[in-house]
């Protein structure tokens, strides 16, 4: 009975995991990024992993840490002020560098917050799951191992009801 609940579990986990394509992660208010500069050490060690919450549009206050776009490139800094100059705009700085960014950060230009920073030790597990193929490897392997594990308590249960 116990092995069936977990082989029950792995399937609907399959499910969902394969139910998040990019035609619905546009639903998901969050999307994970991995750090590749040290800028916003110690906060933010270089490798971490970051989930940004996407969906918030909202004015950002000072302190917060924002992810943004500065041409082509996502760029993660905390924010040192906000102004107004016939738009909102913001100054942002590295919590590591020394000096504030020599821009303005335009409101419309924010991708979105920083709600989550994973611990630069999870980042390796983390980032094997960002290829659709790993992780459908992995959930096969998961799969193909946990109807292993049933079909041989499925055998063992039905030892003993013969024992007895």
Partial sequence: MKGKRIFLMLVVLCALLFAITPATRDLVPYTLFSVKSGSMAPAIPTHSIIAVKTKDKHIFNPYEIITYYRGDRLITHRILSVGYEGEIYYQTKGDANSIPDTYHVRHQDIYGK????????????????????????????????ATAANSSTDENTHKLESEV
Avoid: D, G, W
């Fill in 114 to 145: 920083v709600v989550f920073v994973t611990p630069p030790a999870l980042s390796a597990f983390i980032c094997t799951f960002e290829n659709p193929k790993t992780v459908r490897i992995i959930l096969t392997l998961l799969l193909i191992f």
